[in-house]
């Protein structure tokens, strides 16, 4: 590429972009973009900005990333569901909703994402969000490769659960597994931060431990570059579950939770 070249990209952070030249895509630190002002974005179509976030004074130099899992509208459009995969899955799925609230799980993830920020901000640690808004277009694979662009010590992925059986409850988590074919290497740390924040979490809410389960199948397992883990963190097809995860007092205990789950990795 020319010294000077015009590239379609999208903000992630105050410090990195998401950009797409020709047929390459990747992130690129913002030290190396000059902006031109570009006809206002259709965010149904393209990746949103990922806001920034200020680090705190004091922090204990931990950087963690949360991903609030899925987004308004789900995208279709297929991704490898890891670096060299010849099979794909959808870039972001629509998600499931509580079935006694109505509450869709994107609306459920962002409150409960904001709310840790909060407490994490408030803890010492530097945090950033892969959304702080629904109406996004960002994949499972750029929020994982996101996580690494910043420099993250951990992501940590919220969503909730669903089954067709309403009488399942409970929380459980997700983790790469030993023999992954794409991040080996960090199963067990991952694993380590599942059980973690599992474990708090349900000593905080009180939900029933379902356990932590490898799976190699998840597009924001396989594509990280930090331990990672997604936590389920009920199931929004449970009338109590569902309910109890709209109740403000009990998102507190969720959000102390999964920060004692973070304190406890960290040794802290």
């Not at 067990?188 to 356990?211: D, H, P």
Request: glycine share 10%.
């Amino acid at each position: 590429m020319g010294s000077r070249q015009q590239l379609a990209s999208s903000a992630f952070s105050q410090e990195w972009y998401y950009v797409t030249y020709g047929d390459r895509s990747g992130f690129v630190s913002a030290s190396y973009i000059s902006k031109e002002e570009p006809p206002a974005p259709d965010t149904t179509s393209q990746t949103a900005a990922l806001p920034s976030v200020t680090r705190p004074a004091g922090s204990a130099g931990r950087v963690v990333v949360i991903d609030p899992g899925h987004q308004r509208n789900g995208d279709n459009t297929p991704e490898p569901i890891g670096p060299g995969a010849s099979a794909t899955k959808a870039r972001v799925a629509g998600g499931t909703r509580g079935t006694t609230t109505g509450v869709s799980e994107y609306e459920l993830t962002l409150t409960v994402g904001l709310q840790l920020k909060t407490e994490l901000l408030n803890r010492g640690y530097t945090v950033y969000m892969t959304r702080e808004s629904h109406d996004v277009n960002i994949s499972n694979m750029e929020r994982a490769q996101y996580a690494g662009n910043v420099g993250a010590d951990i992501a940590v992925r919220l969503h909730g659960n669903g089954v067709d059986n309403s009488s399942v409850s409970g929380a459980l988590a997700l983790a790469p597994s030993t023999s992954n074919p794409y991040i080996s290497s960090l199963a067990g740390e991952s694993q380590r931060l599942s059980r973690c924040v599992l474990n708090a979490y349900c000593n905080a809410t009180g939900l029933k431990n379902r356990g932590v389960s490898g799976n190699d199948t998840m597009s924001g397992i396989n594509w990280s570059s930090v331990p990672v883990t997604i936590l389920e963190m009920g199931f929004m097809t449970n009338p109590s579950d569902d309910r109890n995860m709209q109740d403000p007092a009990f998102q507190q205990r969720m959000v102390q939770g999964i920060a004692d789950g973070i304190d406890d990795y960290f040794g802290l």
